[in-house]
């Protein structure tokens, strides 16, 4: 199973936010992806804070034959779709779809996740891997990725941390879980 975050906060149309997710989904859907399980939509605070416009995120659960940069690859033609830009790291965007887990695979070496992992936060804000590196290295961090992703697959194992999404969750601030509300 592959797991995908999704999230906007701009939108390029009169739409809303959530119409603009549940037609990422159909896009995905109609890419060679089999659907398994749609979180519900929720909305979240901008990361980083005061940084733009609140989120709608949700987190989808599919299955396919691509291998994980086909999967990215596909991905990223569907943002583009839907007039994503990358301009900055952490910015505004129409549609994010990040390719967050999938099954117990570490990408592309348990030492280069850990680099990623293991990154002091003003680092991260400033670099980006240039390669696709899953688990995400800051899924354990973020209520807006965890959230959702309980939802899907809640008894999901972090291949490298062993801790299952709700372990994950109850780690974090309840603060930052309750700013995690459902729409």
Same mark, same amino acid.
């Given at each position: ?57 949700a ?44 099954d117990?695979? @570490? =990408? /592309?070496?348990?030492? *280069? ?5 293991? &990154?002091? $936060? ?10 696709? @590196? =899953? /688990?995400?290295?800051? *899924? ?5 990725? &965890?959230? $959702?992703?309980?939802d ?7 291949? @490298? ?23």
């Open positions: 199973m592959k797991f995908v975050a999704l999230g906007a906060n701009l939108s390029t149309t009169d739409d809303t936010l959530e119409k603009t997710l549940s037609q990422a989904i159909e896009r995905v859907a109609r890419s060679g992806f089999a659907i398994r399980a749609v979180s519900r939509f929720f909305q979240t605070p901008c990361f980083p804070l005061d940084a733009g416009p609140d989120y709608v995120n987190v989808i659960a599919i299955r396919s034959s691509h291998s994980a940069k086909d999967t990215l690859i596909q991905l990223h033609n569907i943002e583009a779709v839907f007039g994503r830009e990358r301009l900055q790291r952490w910015g505004q965007r129409t549609l994010d779809l990040d390719l967050i887990g999938m117990d695979i @570490v =990408l /592309p070496n348990l030492t *280069i996740f850990n680099k990623w992992y293991g &990154l002091n $936060p003003e680092m991260q804000a400033k670099a980006a891997p240039t390669e696709l @590196v =899953l /688990p995400h290295p800051r *899924i354990q961090d973020r209520a807006f990725v &965890l959230v $959702p992703l309980a899907v697959a809640p008894d999901w194992v972090h291949p @490298v941390i062993n801790k299952s999404v709700r372990q994950m969750l109850l780690e974090l601030p309840m603060s930052e879980i309750t700013q995690v509300t459902p729409i």
